[in-house]
């Protein structure tokens, strides 16, 4: 896409973005290295939320790595406020959470720094690019039109449920989930909230890419993640009501992900570039 209508970033915005996937590198061993990873992790976590959050920091260092790759004001809009609101929702449960936290370990010092230091990142630059408008966009067809404000108000529905009534909404996942780990995770669905609102409103191809990659493996990884894990203890419910709505859930963002990327695939080989 043209420069003028889509601009790089800038050096020191690269720089952060790599730094960033190092330190998501860590947090993607929950998942592939848990025995490795948890004991150095900054607070004490069960064998599901290792792997869940494993999972979901994989994802986000994929969507990262395409910040970087692409470099350029789209995607990395959508990248950018998605990560500020996931920061700043994860870091104001942190600190609502310190009980959480042993602050004679190195580990939650790193954390608080990663996590403000990333709010202040992305919301500065974000607030600097605010009347900038987005790169253009494809059309998207009626059908999206429809379903992706649909998708936006239940994600976020749900991440407020969690955010705001921990227990309550997090009492039909399969494993126990306490406040902390509900509101931490209600980040996840706000942040998909935020980034499918921002895609609705203006469809720059790579950003309806990068959304649904980043919703496939969220998706993909929270359901590896749990029959990987239940393999091992065997604990899980498999025919409970709650595990079964769980299931449905990330099933629906795996599945909406991949309707994404082909959509994004299509617009990419069917138009030429604006």
């Not at 590896?224 to 203890?233: E, Q």
Request: charged share 10%; proline share 7%; aromatic share 18%.
């Amino acid at each position: 896409m043209p420069t003028s209508n889509n601009p790089p970033f800038p050096a020191a915005l690269r720089l952060f973005s790599a730094v960033v996937i190092i330190v998501l590198i860590v947090g993607a061993g929950l998942f592939f290295a848990p025995v490795l990873v948890k004991p150095r992790w900054p607070w004490a976590v069960t064998p599901f939320n290792a792997r869940f959050l494993g999972g979901f920091y994989t994802a986000e260092m994929v969507v990262m790595a395409a910040l970087l790759f692409w470099n350029r004001w789209s995607p990395g809009r959508l990248v950018l406020v998605m990560a500020f609101i996931f920061t700043i929702i994860v870091s104001a449960a942190s600190f609502i959470n310190l009980g959480y936290f042993n602050f004679e370990r190195k580990a939650p010092w790193l954390w608080f720094l990663v996590y403000l230091g990333s709010v202040a990142v992305s919301g500065l630059f974000l607030w600097q690019a605010r009347d900038r408008p987005s790169a253009k966009g494809v059309t998207l067809s009626p059908a999206w039109r429809g379903y992706m404000p649909a998708e936006s108000a239940i994600l976020g529905l749900y991440g407020v449920g969690l955010l705001l009534f921990p227990l309550t909404f997090s009492s039909i996942w399969p494993w126990p989930v306490d406040a902390f780990h509900a509101q931490v995770y209600s980040a996840i669905f706000l942040a998909g909230a935020g980034g499918t609102y921002l895609v609705w409103t203006s469809a720059p191809r790579e950003e309806l890419l990068v959304l649904g990659l980043a919703q496939f493996l969220v998706g993909l990884l929270a359901i590896l993640g749990l029959v990987i894990t239940d393999a091992a203890v065997h604990r899980i419910d498999w025919t409970a009501t709650g595990t079964l709505f769980w299931l449905a859930l990330f099933g629906w963002i795996c599945i909406s992900g991949v309707f994404k990327l082909y959509a994004a695939s299509r617009y990419f080989t069917s138009q030429p570039a604006s």
